[in-house]
């Protein structure tokens, strides 16, 4: 079992940075890759960012490529999301979630929502312009 909280969203001009954090219980977090994904009312959830179960590989979607940042402490329990130079384009609910496939050991997660096993209950993100 693993339990995800997030937190850290907002409200945030154009330009601006925010950090998510994504606070993890359970064993099985030290050995899951992790994703960051974020959905928009009446849209599909959308792949972000994810990270291996080491923090030794990560990969991003196209659209914040150059500008958000995944990062974990699994001594802390917990991953992060710094998103720099946010565009009105970013506001969205933003979901951490645990991908528990073991795929090598710089498998990053998959860009498919389905493959993830547990999920936080969101927060919130919005740019203004």
């Known amino acids: 079992q693993v339990q995800l909280v997030e937190s850290g969203g907002g409200l945030v001009q154009a330009g601006g940075s925010l950090r998510l954090s994504c606070a993890a219980s359970?064993?099985?977090?030290?050995?899951?890759?992790m994703g960051w994904f974020r959905q928009v009312l009446g849209k599909e959830r959308e792949f972000v960012a994810g990270?291996?179960?080491?923090?030794?590989?990560?990969k991003y979607g196209d659209s914040v490529k150059g500008r958000f940042d995944i990062s974990r402490n699994n001594a802390a329990n917990t991953v992060y999301l710094r998103m720099s130079n946010l565009e009105p384009e970013d506001t969205a609910v933003y979901y951490c979630a645990a991908d528990l496939h073991k795929d090598g050991a710089y498998y990053s997660g998959s860009y498919s929502p389905s493959a993830y096993a547990y999920w936080g209950q969101g927060t919130q993100v919005t740019v203004s312009p």
């Open positions: 990270i291996s179960w080491n923090g030794g590989a990560s």
């Open positions: 359970g064993r099985t977090f030290h050995d899951a890759a």
